[in-house]
């Protein structure tokens, strides 16, 4: 394990984060070097967020990369994070269909 690996359930948290953002964005912008720039923005807001620099992140993440059942793990809890937060933002706008609302991003 890396040295200063971000805990697990920081993990979790970032990367569904990330995961978010990156649907949102792929979905609002058009143009794929527009999005990269848009999406390496908000990443690092999203670390700094959570108090992580990005050489922990990237050295934590390429440690699960490394442990194929740690990553499995890791990802199961992530999927339902996702969709607990879906959940969450159908519940708070009355709306069962994420066709109809934007802001969720379905859990996969």
């Known amino acids: 394990m890396p040295e200063n690996m971000v805990p697990r359930e920081k993990m979790v948290?970032?990367?569904a984060d990330v995961?978010?953002?990156?649907?949102?964005?792929?979905?609002?912008?058009?143009?794929?070097?527009?999005?990269?720039?848009?999406?390496?923005?908000?990443?690092?807001q999203i670390l700094a967020k959570y108090d992580v620099s990005e050489q922990q992140f990237k050295?934590?993440?390429?440690?699960?990369l490394d442990?194929?059942?740690?990553?499995?793990?890791?990802y199961e809890t992530i999927v339902d994070t996702l969709g607990v937060r879906e959940t969450k933002i159908k519940a708070a706008n009355g709306n069962t269909d994420p066709e109809e609302n934007p802001e969720v991003v379905p859990a996969q």
């Open 13 to 15: 948290q970032i990367l």
């Open 59 to 64: 050295e934590s993440y390429s440690y699960y």
């Open 19 to 44: 995961h978010t953002r990156e649907a949102q964005i792929e979905r609002a912008v058009v143009y794929p070097d527009t999005a990269l720039m848009i999406f390496n923005r908000e990443e690092k």
């Open 67 to 74: 442990h194929a059942e740690a990553m499995d793990k890791l």
